[in-house]
C-alpha cells in the first residue's frame, strides 16, 4: 500500500460523499444539525484540493494532510473527529505499509475517535461502524486472506454496524438531546464511516 493507494482511498471517499451527500444529511436533519453531508461534502473536496495542490510523497503525509484540512475545515464534531482518526493512523503507520501495520494503525486511528469524543460502541456514533470495522479487518490481517477480501469484510461490518444504529438510544453529541426520540434512525456519523470504508474496499491494488 504506497502513496498512489491512499490517493485512491480519499479519492473514493470524497466521490462517495458527494453522491450520498444528500441522504447524509437527510439522516442527520432527523436527529442533528442537517448538515452532516453538505459539511463532509465540501471537506472531502477540499482534501483533494489539498493533496492535488501540494502532493505528499509518503503514506503518512495524505493522511496527515487529509487531516489538516478537515479539521481547518469541516464544521461540527465530524471534521475533528475524521481528521484526529488519520492524524493518528498517519502517526501510526510504518514504512512500507503491510496489511499487518494498516490494520494496526487503522485500530490506533479509531481508538483516537473513542477517546476524543469519550464514546464507546453502543453510544449510537460513528464509533458504531468504525470499532467492528477495525475488528474485523484485524481478524482478517490475521487469518491470513487477501487484502481486498480484508477490506471487504471490514466494510461490510462498517455497513452493519451503521445499520445496527438505528434502533438505539444516543448517548452523545446533539442527538442525545432528543432522548428516546433518537431511536429509529440511523447515526448520521456511523453511516458516512460506513462510506469510507468503502471507498477502502473499492481501491484497487
Do not use: C
Not at 460513528?126 to 470495522?133: R, T, V
Amino acid at each position: 500500500m504506497d502513496t498512489d493507494f491512499f490517493l485512491a482511498w480519499f479519492a473514493g471517499m470524497a466521490e462517495l460523499i458527494r453522491l450520498r451527500r444528500d441522504h447524509l444529511t437527510e439522516l442527520d436533519a432527523a436527529i442533528g444539525d442537517a448538515d452532516h453531508g453538505t459539511n463532509l461534502d465540501r471537506g472531502f473536496a477540499e482534501v483533494r484540493q489539498a493533496l492535488a495542490e501540494w502532493p505528499p510523497t509518503s503514506p503518512e503525509q495524505v493522511l496527515l494532510s487529509a487531516s489538516n484540512t478537515l479539521i481547518r475545515r469541516v464544521g461540527g464534531a465530524s471534521g475533528p473527529l475524521y481528521g484526529t482518526a488519520f492524524r493518528q493512523m498517519g502517526k501510526a503507520l510504518d514504512a512500507p505499509v503491510t496489511p499487518a501495520g494498516f490494520a494496526a494503525a487503522f485500530e490506533a486511528g479509531v481508538r483516537a475517535v473513542a477517546r476524543l469524543g469519550k464514546a464507546a460502541p453502543g453510544d449510537k456514533t460513528m464509533l458504531d461502524a468504525l470499532a467492528p470495522a477495525s475488528r474485523a479487518l484485524t481478524q482478517a490481517v490475521q487469518e491470513g486472506v487477501e487484502v481486498r477480501e480484508a477490506f471487504e469484510r471490514a466494510a461490510r461490518a462498517a455497513e452493519e454496524g451503521a445499520l445496527a444504529t438505528i434502533p438505539l438510544l444516543a448517548r452523545k453529541g446533539r442527538a442525545s438531546y432528543l432522548g428516546e426520540r433518537s431511536i429509529g434512525h440511523e447515526d448520521p456519523g456511523a453511516a458516512s464511516s460506513a462510506l469510507i470504508m468503502a471507498a477502502l474496499a473499492s481501491v484497487e491494488s
